[in-house]
């Protein structure tokens, strides 16, 4: 894949509850967010992966991008959505979006964009031998205030063959 990985802040918060981040480092190198994600992820309220995005912005594989292009207006989508998808396609290369709202990855695939959300993310892990099983992330995830359907689990569960 050429191009850069741009995350929205909820994909980061759910591989926060899993341990899961690091995953994000060994499958695509770097990971990139807007000022706007990050003002939404590292607010001092502690949530359980503030301290490893934190570490993870040291460790220089989370990186901030550059200024936010103005457009295109995106006024249905929240500021990190908004902010990913018009970075995106400000870049010369395909991106790929990690974002798990309906209304945010719609209007990225309506413009082209290759999304993956959460689930995605642990699926890939999967089959790339970073975890021995997915069912028992999704589990741990559930049990933490995010959601993902069982409809998309289950899909992601048939295709790393769990």
């Known amino acids: 894949m050429a191009g850069r990985v741009l995350s929205d802040a909820s994909p980061l918060i759910g591989l926060g509850y899993v341990d899961g981040l690091h995953w994000l480092q060994q499958m695509f190198g770097a990971v990139w967010i807007p ?39 995106l006024p249905d989508l929240d500021e990190g959505e908004a902010a990913c998808i018009r970075t995106a396609l400000a870049d010369t290369q395909p991106a790929l979006l990690l974002m798990d709202e309906r209304a945010g990855r719609a209007v990225a695939l309506a413009h082209g964009l290759k999304v993956a959300g959460t689930a995605a993310v642990i699926g890939m892990a999967k089959q790339r031998g970073l975890i021995a099983q997915a069912k028992p992330v999704f589990e741990r995830l559930h049990r933490s205030d995010f959601r993902i359907s069982a409809e998309v689990i289950s899909v992601v569960l048939q295709r790393v063959g769990e």
């Open 35 to 73: 000022q706007e994600v990050n003002a939404e992820l590292i607010t001092g309220q502690g949530f359980a992966g503030e301290a490893a995005l934190l570490q993870a912005q040291s460790d220089g594989w989370l990186r901030l991008a550059g200024p936010t292009p103005n457009t295109p207006m």
